[in-house]
């Protein structure tokens, strides 16, 4: 018997049975592709911290140029106040001090986002160096500018030292100690640089209701000057011409009727003339408000005006003189609109004291369509208001009714104002 003997190692026979045809599977991904696959570089610390380490790294070199300007400042401004050019260089100093507190102002908005409304300009009553010499050495703003770059030096050295060590030592907590000292910065910024809000809008609604006031003046003396000037002024020179024709006349032994004739309407002219006054001096200061209040001057401008008016005034005391006059010119400027304007067939005014305002309230039944820029004098009325404390309101829409409401100040009538002061 024979034996075959196959060497080890020999892959058997040539042809090995094959194993039934199968369909082809697609090949697994190779994991290792993505396992070698970086992720993309990032900054360790975001875009805020960033801006913080950047405002600590600037307040060194910022807190030397602040530090030096204001002791060279003071040195030579208290050194120079005995001499004439002391106190002006103090106050141009002062001045350089508000640009610095802008520049910081814009460096804390940039960097760490902090919010603060610039301060009002110098405020100068008067016109004049003096007036000017004097508000700028008591700006409050420059000082508290001042006294920020003062104190800033220690703070700048601490805050850059700290910065710059912790970038390299101790970058894992940087973003935290950035924090804590932008934090104290940000106190510092708006307890010395920012503006004292309640006191710099007083400021700016004084400073507008002063122009207000002076414009209003100013307008109401150019028309007393015109109405004089074209009216009274010029009839009582015809009179005076005409008494002197009929002196001339009666001293060339002419008397006649022509010198009769000359006498009538001399007459005629004073009493043209004397109504002419009475007029203005009602559009100064009507005698029926000094002499009977708010209701009865109200009812009498009501009875000139071309639409039926109804006048209600609720008020137990008389106002202020002032508060009175402006309710009653506010009134009569109203209703006026209404004769020129409204095209209403019938209007009411309301007066009444809520608390410690004056409430006027005037309506009509026209077709609507007021507004404070529609040329009839509403915005003239709201300026003259609001330079009281006091607001004007229209409700207007078009087709109507209009209802305007304004309300002032109330206040009370001193001693002596009977009525008659």
């Known amino acids: 018997m024979t034996e075959r003997i196959t060497p080890v190692g020999s892959a058997g026979p040539s042809n090995p049975p094959q194993a039934p045809h199968a369909p082809d599977v697609p090949a697994a991904p190779d994991e290792s592709d993505d396992n070698d696959r970086l992720p993309p570089a990032r900054f360790a610390l975001g875009r805020q911290t960033w801006k913080?380490?950047?405002?600590?790294l600037a307040n060194l070199p910022v807190?030397?140029?602040?530090?030096?300007?204001?002791?060279?400042?003071?040195?030579?401004?208290?050194?120079?106040?005995?001499?004439?050019?002391?106190?002006p260089l103090l106050a141009g100093g002062l001045l350089g001090a508000r640009l610095l507190g802008r520049m910081e102002r814009a460096r804390a908005r940039k960097l760490l986002g902090v919010r603060i409304d610039e301060p009002s300009p110098v405020l100068v009553r008067r016109t004049g160096f003096f007036s000017w010499l004097w508000s700028s050495l008591r700006d409050s703003v420059a000082w508290r500018t001042v006294l920020y770059d003062f104190i800033r030096l220690p703070w700048g050295i601490v805050t850059f030292t700290v910065t710059l060590t912790s970038l390299f030592l101790l970058w894992p907590v940087l973003p935290f100690l950035a924090r804590g000292l932008t934090n104290v910065d940000r106190a510092m910024v708006r307890g010395l640089l920012s503006p004292s809000d309640e006191l710099e809008r007083r400021i700016a609604e004084l400073e507008s209701d002063r122009g207000v006031v002076v414009d209003t003046a100013a307008a109401d003396l150019r028309r007393i000057e015109r109405d004089l000037h074209d009216g009274a002024q010029a009839r009582l020179v015809n009179l005076a011409m005409g008494l002197g024709l009929a002196k001339e006349k009666l001293l060339e032994g002419q008397a006649d009727e022509t010198v009769a004739a000359m006498v009538d309407e001399a007459h005629g002219e004073v009493k043209l003339a004397l109504q002419e006054l009475r007029d203005l001096a009602r559009g100064i200061h009507p005698a029926v408000l000094?002499?009977?209040?708010?209701?009865?001057?109200?009812?009498?401008?009501?009875?000139?005006?071309?639409?039926?008016?109804?006048?209600?005034?609720?008020?137990?005391?008389?106002?202020a003189a002032a508060i009175e006059g402006i309710a009653y010119f506010t009134v009569s400027e109203l209703l006026q609109n209404v004769s020129k304007h409204s095209g209403a067939r019938s209007a009411s005014v309301d007066v009444w004291r809520a608390d410690e305002r004056l409430l006027i309230q005037v309506r009509d039944d026209g077709h609507g369509g007021a507004a404070l820029d529609g040329g009839t004098g509403m915005a003239g009325l709201a300026d003259r208001l609001g330079a009281v404390d006091g607001l004007f309101l229209i409700d207007s829409p078009p087709g109507g009714p209009t209802t305007i409401t304004a309300e002032l100040p109330w206040r009370n009538r001193g001693d002596g104002q009977d009525g008659r002061d």
């Open 63 to 87: 807190s030397i140029v602040g530090f030096v300007y204001v002791v060279t400042l003071i040195s030579m401004g208290a050194g120079l106040a005995v001499t004439v050019v002391g106190l």
């Open 52 to 56: 913080e380490i950047a405002h600590l």
């Open 290 to 319: 000094t002499d009977r209040g708010l209701d009865a001057a109200l009812s009498s401008i009501a009875s000139r005006c071309t639409v039926p008016v109804k006048v209600t005034a609720d008020l137990a005391t008389r106002p």
